[in-house]
């Protein structure tokens, strides 16, 4: 038996058998099982203080199915958290899962304002992209060894595309990234990612935030001296722009998507 099990059996003893399954909710905070966890807290919590923190995914997918509860292996992460490669072989994974110093980042479903955001912005910048770059949504970004976001939208250069099963590109051939705020992701898209996207070297980012309905997008270009955005417009209605290319984008035309 894996000591990681034979330690949590003394210390808590069996888990009781499951009643109902398990369904995974946002966010990995917790999962409805048969064990209640004491008031505060999360059934992940109370999983983690019977099998130890230090519970690898390799340990979790050795235990018996009866103590996992059926659930994946990723749902504990290794001690040094997960690789960007790890992403393209973990079975069940849900569509968008971002990685961000580590650990898994699920998504919320989408907004309404969201998704047209998404698609206005997509394609208005393809109706005004100079010959080779390309423009391309939810395609994750590989920033670095324990960093894999998933921006809104990004521009890469023509030749980063290099087969049609790639899942994601190198931050050396993303000359833009474009994220759209959402309740849940207000803290990761105005300050950790755009602090990473920086840091990896890409030259701009623009922030979409909903007011009453309507995109506002914020423009930022990296300042290569302190690797840090720098903030050079705020546009409401209309996106004019001519730099990193010429772009010209009637932002109310959300109204009629």
């Known amino acids: 038996m894996n000591p990681a099990w034979a330690d949590r059996q003394e210390r808590c003893g069996a888990l009781p058998e499951?009643?109902?399954?398990?369904?995974?909710?946002?966010?990995?905070?917790t999962y409805e099982c048969?064990?209640?966890?004491?008031?505060?807290?999360?059934?992940?919590?109370?999983?983690?203080?019977?099998?130890?923190e230090r519970m690898t995914a390799e340990a979790w997918s050795e235990a018996p199915l009866s103590d996992t509860h059926g659930l994946p292996s990723w749902i504990f992460p290794p001690a040094e958290g997960f690789k960007a490669a790890d992403l393209d072989?973990?079975?069940?994974?849900?569509?968008?899962?971002?990685?961000?110093?580590?650990?898994?980042?699920?998504?919320?479903?989408?907004?309404?304002?969201?998704?047209?955001?998404?698609?206005?912005?997509?394609?208005?910048?393809?109706?005004?992209?100079?010959?080779?770059?390309?423009?391309?949504?939810?395609?994750?970004?590989?920033?670095?060894?324990?960093?894999?976001?998933?921006?809104?939208?990004?521009?890469?250069?023509?030749?980063?595309?290099?087969?049609?099963?790639q899942t994601a590109y190198e931050a050396g051939d993303v000359l833009l990234v474009i994220e759209v705020v959402s309740p849940d992701s207000e803290e990761r898209d105005r300050k950790r990612k755009p602090q990473l996207y920086a840091e990896a070297g890409i030259a701009h980012f623009w922030r979409i935030e909903n007011q009453a309905g309507r995109p506002t997008v914020y423009v930022y270009e990296l300042d290569?001296?302190?690797?840090?955005?720098?903030?050079?417009?705020?546009?409401?209605?209309?996106?004019?722009?001519?730099?990193?290319?010429?772009?010209?984008?009637?932002?109310?035309?959300?109204?009629?998507?």
């Open 18 to 29: 499951r009643r109902t399954p398990c369904r995974p909710l946002v966010l990995l905070r």
């Open 34 to 52: 048969s064990r209640t966890p004491p008031a505060g807290e999360t059934h992940r919590e109370a999983l983690t203080r019977c099998y130890g």
């Open 89 to 165: 072989h973990m079975p069940q994974l849900p569509a968008h899962t971002e990685l961000i110093d580590g650990t898994l980042v699920f998504v919320s479903p989408q907004a309404s304002f969201h998704t047209r955001a998404v698609d206005l912005l997509t394609a208005g910048l393809r109706c005004h992209l100079p010959r080779g770059l390309r423009a391309r949504r939810e395609m994750s970004v590989i920033l670095g060894p324990r960093q894999r976001p998933e921006p809104n939208v990004c521009v890469i250069r023509a030749e980063a595309d290099q087969t049609p099963e």
């Open 224 to 257: 290569p001296a302190t690797t840090a955005y720098a903030l050079t417009g705020i546009h409401h209605d209309r996106l004019k722009l001519a730099v990193p290319f010429d772009v010209d984008i009637d932002l109310t035309e959300i109204d009629a998507l």
